[in-house]
């Protein structure tokens, strides 16, 4: 059985990659041991992106520091927690699990139209299991880019826009590429894989759709400061179980999310497949897999509000701990609003 060091929430004999401040100084890259060392690693790599640039050398060197514990040393509590990696190019995954899709294609609104006359909210619910089984064996995975511009550390605050009445929380199963990879299989996509890490993929959802142009959705409301909660560290793949991995995530004190990511209606080698045929990977992107269910809205609309604390922890992947607060303008306040919805238009 695997044992997990309360300090870190790291298992025994494996170790995490993160990026760190003592208080406000100069940001270095650290791997961080179960009991709560973090060895510098300074010395070896300018930052993060410098160890995925190579990394299979990289992991070679990383297992010979941690067995001799070399370098400078620091608490892991003590430090400033950064985004792991602090310029990735982006991938968010959207619709992939089961459970959580479904629930959404039952009770949105905007999908009442296939529901049949007189179709109870089990039955449509089934209908659409299996709409997304069929989806799994013939369709496509879905995701959108993002920007970095919105990462944060694993313990900063999260604050709320101006614009945007429903923040929504979406703990998350994120992958770090390790190498470049175009065209390829989903059998070999695992081979591009370094590790893993949580994230937090944040969006104020009543800002995502759009009825003043064709296209529907305006993903750009995701990306508000700070609403990509990042780390706290990265875990190798070969420390993870990935069928072990379970996320969860509490809105002061509240388990909103509770779901093992085995429920995925696309593997993350699938995903990485598909993005390699529309985009070059490279080393140090990041691929967030999609949320399970337990959103804002399956909680009665409980969306974040100010004075809220977020708590989430992925197994063998750590923990975050963000304060929810107001977003300070200096006084500035929007000039284009809210966007236009169908009960507005």
Same mark, same amino acid.
Request: glycine share 8%; hydrophobic share 35%; with cysteine.
């Given at each position: 059985?695997?044992?997990?060091?309360?300090?870190?929430?790291?298992?025994?004999?494996?170790?995490?990659?993160?990026?760190?401040?003592?208080?406000?100084?100069?940001?270095?890259?650290?791997?961080?041991?179960?009991?709560?060392?973090?060895?510098?690693?300074?010395?070896?790599?300018?930052?993060?992106?410098?160890?995925?640039?190579?990394?299979?050398?990289?992991?070679?060197?990383?297992?010979?520091?941690?067995?001799?514990?070399?370098?400078?040393?620091?608490?892991?509590?003590?430090?400033?927690?950064?985004?792991?990696?602090?310029?990735?190019?982006?991938?968010?995954?959207?619709?992939?699990?089961?459970?959580?899709?479904?629930?959404?294609?039952?009770?949105?609104?905007?999908?009442?139209?296939?529901?049949?006359?007189?179709?109870?909210?089990?039955?449509?619910?089934?209908?659409?299991?299996?709409?997304?089984?069929?989806?799994?064996?013939?369709?496509?995975?879905?995701?959108?880019?993002?920007?970095?511009?919105?990462?944060?550390?694993?313990?900063?605050?999260?604050?709320?826009?101006?614009?945007?009445?429903?923040?929504?929380?979406?703990?998350?199963?994120?992958?770090?590429?390790?190498?470049?990879?175009?065209?390829?299989?989903?059998?070999?996509?695992?081979?591009?894989?370094?590790?893993?890490?949580?994230?937090?993929?944040?969006?104020?959802?009543?800002?995502? /759709?759009?009825? &003043? =142009?064709?296209?529907?959705?305006?993903?750009?409301?995701?990306? @508000?400061? +700070?609403?990509? %909660?990042?780390?706290?560290?990265?875990?190798?793949?070969?420390?993870?179980?990935?069928?072990?991995?379970?996320?969860?995530?509490?809105?002061?004190?509240?388990?909103?999310?509770?779901?093992?990511?085995?429920?995925?209606?696309?593997?993350?080698?699938?995903?990485?497949?598909?993005?390699?045929?529309?985009?070059?990977?490279?080393?140090?992107?990041?691929?967030?897999?999609?949320?399970?269910?337990?959103?804002?809205?399956?909680?009665?609309?409980?969306?974040? /509000?100010?004075? &809220? =604390?977020?708590?989430?922890?992925?197994?063998?992947?750590?923990? @975050?701990? +963000?304060?929810? %607060?107001?977003?300070?303008?200096?006084?500035?306040?929007?000039?284009?609003?809210?966007?236009?919805?169908?009960?507005?238009?």
């Amino acid at each position: 059985m695997t044992e997990f060091n309360p300090a870190t929430g790291l298992a025994a004999g494996s170790f995490g990659i993160g990026t760190y401040a003592v208080k406000r100084g100069k940001p270095f890259p650290g791997l961080v041991l179960p009991d709560g060392t973090v060895l510098q690693l300074s010395s070896h790599w300018p930052d993060t992106h410098a160890i995925f640039d190579d990394w299979e050398r990289a992991f070679d060197t990383l297992v010979d520091i941690a067995a001799r514990r070399e370098g400078p040393q620091h608490e892991f509590a003590t430090l400033h927690a950064l985004p792991c990696v602090s310029h990735p190019n982006m991938l968010f995954t959207g619709s992939n699990y089961r459970q959580h899709v479904a629930e959404m294609m039952t009770h949105n609104k905007f999908n009442q139209h296939n529901r049949r006359t007189g179709e109870s909210d089990e039955q449509f619910f089934q209908r659409n299991l299996a709409e997304i089984d069929r989806r799994a064996r013939e369709g496509m995975p879905f995701f959108w880019t993002g920007l970095h511009s919105a990462l944060c550390g694993a313990n900063d605050e999260i604050p709320l826009p101006l614009i945007g009445e429903h923040p929504d929380w979406e703990m998350e199963l994120g992958v770090i590429v390790g190498k470049t990879g175009r065209y390829v299989k989903p059998e070999e996509a695992n081979d591009l894989i370094a590790g893993y890490v949580g994230i937090n993929d944040i969006g104020t959802v009543d800002e995502f /759709r759009r009825t &003043d =142009v064709r296209f529907m959705f305006d993903w750009i409301s995701k990306h @508000q400061p +700070n609403f990509k %909660v990042l780390g706290p560290f990265i875990v190798p793949k070969q420390f993870v179980k990935f069928e072990d991995i379970r996320i969860q995530l509490k809105l002061s004190g509240q388990m909103m999310q509770d779901w093992p990511v085995t429920d995925m209606i696309f593997k993350p080698e699938q995903i990485l497949s598909y993005a390699s045929e529309r985009i070059r990977l490279m080393p140090g992107d990041l691929l967030s897999t999609g949320s399970p269910p337990g959103n804002g809205a399956f909680h009665g609309n409980r969306w974040m /509000r100010p004075g &809220d =604390v977020v708590e989430a922890e992925l197994t063998y992947l750590g923990r @975050q701990r +963000n304060n929810v %607060v107001p977003e300070e303008t200096n006084g500035r306040t929007w000039t284009w609003g809210p966007l236009p919805t169908k009960e507005q238009a």
